[in-house]
């Protein structure tokens, strides 16, 4: 009886380890890997965007603050030409108000503008390497399977030489 057990303890183990084999697949695992690298670096391309956006909406409010300086301006110099100093002195302050906004978003496009070549850059050395792990990928499932073949072939042939050996050959 003990015999018999070893032997169903032995088989049930053989098709455990099998089972796990199938399910524990290198080169899903490798494919997952690389999936997840690739979605990383999308999270990074579409951050660059993000970022892109935000530096062109401060650009255009800048813009449109350029533009209500230049009229604040226009407006002290006709107030001034027309005698009144007390509208030249508002539109005085108003013009000063916006300039240091202007200072500000200028320097927030500025930061952003960094803040971008930065992103840009560790995109091109994540791009680099999310390609380099793609050929490492592909090399190690092409080394795998031909792994699997060589074990196959030797398998095959043990059972061969078995199999002739039972037979007296």
Known sequence: MPGLAGRFST???????KLLD????PAETLDYGYQKQ????QNVKKGIADVVTSKKRLQMQSE???????KLDTQARTALAQGREDLARTALERKNVAQ???QSLDTQVAELEAQQEQLIANEKKLRAKVEAFRTKKEVIKAQYSASEAQVRISEAATGVGEEMADLGL
């Not at 088989?11 to 380890?17: D, G, L, N, P, R």
């Not at 690739?38 to 670096?41: D, G, H, M, R, S």
């Not at 449109?64 to 230049?70: E, L």
Request: charged share 35%; hydrophobic share 45%.
């Open 11 to 17: 088989t049930v183990k053989a098709k455990i380890s």
């Open 22 to 25: 199938r399910a524990e697949d």
């Open 38 to 41: 690739v979605e990383l670096l």
């Open 64 to 70: 449109k603050i350029r533009q209500s300086v230049v």
């Open 100 to 102: 240091s906004e202007l």
